[in-house]
C-alpha cells in the first residue's frame, strides 16, 4: 500500500498552490494493494517527478511517501534496495537502457538481480508476443525507440513486484502495439495480484482501471 502525505515537489510548488484540481498533489490519498490506478497528467504537472518520488529516487518535496509502513525518504539504502527488488518495478519514461548492451543484456541483468523469478523461456515467449526477437542480441543504441520501450517492459516484468509503475509506457506503440503490450502486463499483474500505477497526457481504456486521478 502507498500513502501520499501531501505531496509537494520543491520545483513545482509554485505552480500546484495554485492547483486545486489534482487528486494527488498537497491531498492525502491512500493507493491500495491490487489496485490498478489510472493517472491522467497534463504536461507540466509533475508526471515524471511523482514516478521517481514513487520509486524513492528524488526527496526533494515536502509531505511524506509511504509504502507498506515505511517512509521511502528516510528509507535506508538496503532496505530500499530490497524493496526495488522484490516490491516494485518500474518502466521510466526515458528507459534508462544501457545502449551499449544487447536488448537481450538489459533484460537480463534485471532477471539475475536475485533468483531469476522469470524462466529465460518466458523471457523469450514475452519477446515473441511484442514482436522483438530479432533485436535481443542487438545493441539497444541501434533499436528504434518502439522496440526500446517493448524492451523496458519486458525488463520490468522479468522480477518479482507487487507494484508496477509506469511513466507513458506506450508513447512510441501504435495502437495494436498498445493493446498487446497492455495485454502481456495485465496477465503479469493478474498472475501476481499486483497493482500498478501508470500515467499518461491521455485518458484511455487498456486497462480495466480500478481509479482514474487527475494529477
Not at 27 to 32: A, G, I, R, S, V
Not at 90 to 102: E, H, S
Not at 107 to 131: D, F
Request: one cysteine or more; glycine letters at 4%.
Amino acid at each position: 500500500m502507498f500513502i501520499l502525505d501531501h505531496l509537494n515537489p520543491f520545483p513545482l510548488a509554485d505552480r500546484l498552490t495554485a492547483n486545486n484540481n489534482s487528486h494527488i498533489w498537497n491531498k492525502y490519498l491512500q493507493l491500495n494493494d491490487g489496485e490498478w490506478i489510472k493517472i491522467t497528467a497534463p504536461s507540466g504537472t509533475g508526471k515524471t517527478t511523482l514516478m521517481h518520488i514513487l520509486y524513492a529516487l528524488r526527496s526533494d518535496y515536502t509531505g511524506n511517501t509511504i509504502f507498506n509502513q515505511h517512509n521511502l525518504r528516510t528509507l535506508a539504502g538496503n532496505d530500499l534496495s530490497t524493496i526495488r527488488q522484490y516490491n516494485l518495478s518500474v518502466i521510466f519514461q526515458d528507459l534508462k537502457l544501457f545502449p551499449l548492451l544487447t536488448a537481450k543484456e538489459n533484460i537480463e541483468l534485471k532477471r539475475v538481480l536475485q533468483t531469476p523469478y522469470c524462466s529465460s523461456e518466458r523471457v523469450y515467449e514475452m519477446a515473441q508476443t511484442l514482436g522483438v526477437t530479432h533485436i535481443l542480441e542487438q545493441p539497444t543504441s541501434i533499436c528504434s525507440y518502439g522496440e526500446q520501450q517493448r524492451i523496458a517492459i519486458i525488463r520490468a516484468l522479468v522480477q518479482p513486484f507487487n507494484w508496477l509503475i509506469m511513466d507513458e509506457p506506450f508513447s512510441h506503440l501504435d495502437q495494436a502495439n498498445k493493446k498487446i503490450a497492455a495485454t502481456l502486463i495485465a496477465e503479469e499483474c493478474i498472475k501476481r495480484n499486483a497493482g500498478l500505477i501508470i500515467t499518461d497526457l491521455d485518458d484511455d481504456d487498456l486497462f480495466d482501471y480500478s481509479r482514474k486521478l487527475i494529477l
